[in-house]
């Protein structure tokens, strides 16, 4: 092939003769400018970064979720801690109340601690250890060497125990109302609280 038949690496083909002559069709092989490249790059670092923010937005909501669901369940763990205590006479009726109505329970939001020997947690006589989540470590499994622990530093409790109003508007000597609250206080959504209320009666 005559090297005028090549433009490049592209074969062309003649398309006329005029007087003898073959015109030749020359094709110009086609490929990406630099500023078209570099316009691409540009669009797939914005998609990446798009990707990447999303998936932190991702990764926020899900620590969230973790946090709501230990506080719902933590304020349940609280209430029917104080109903085992006065079912099985750990703590009388009249120690059911606040401190500051002379009973065992501390008044305000309190830090999430362990209970003490008395098994009731937002008492006096609670441990000075922080309540924690347990989550398996690298092998799977729970209760060996590589778990991981993580303190509930983030997470305050208050139980607060009120006299019922019977129909009558008069406080009922035989039963009191009993609110637990888990604040749970995360960055960027503030704080929230999360409550469950229920009845103690001097009568088992």
Known sequence: MDPDEQWGSVPVEPIR?????????????????????????????????ALAGLFGQSLTSLQNTREDLIAKQKAREALEAVYSARNDATVGFAGIQNVSNGGIFLDGFQPMFLAGPNGIVGTQGQSAVLDRQVLPGKDGLMNTADDEVIPLSNLQRQILIQPLIDSTGNISPDIRQISVTVQVTSPGRGARNYTVTGYVSRFQ
């Open 17 to 49: 003769s005029i007087k003898g002559k073959t015109l030749q069709l020359r094709v110009r092989q086609g490929g990406f400018s630099l500023i078209e490249a570099t316009f691409a790059a540009l669009i797939l670092v914005i998609g990446l970064l």
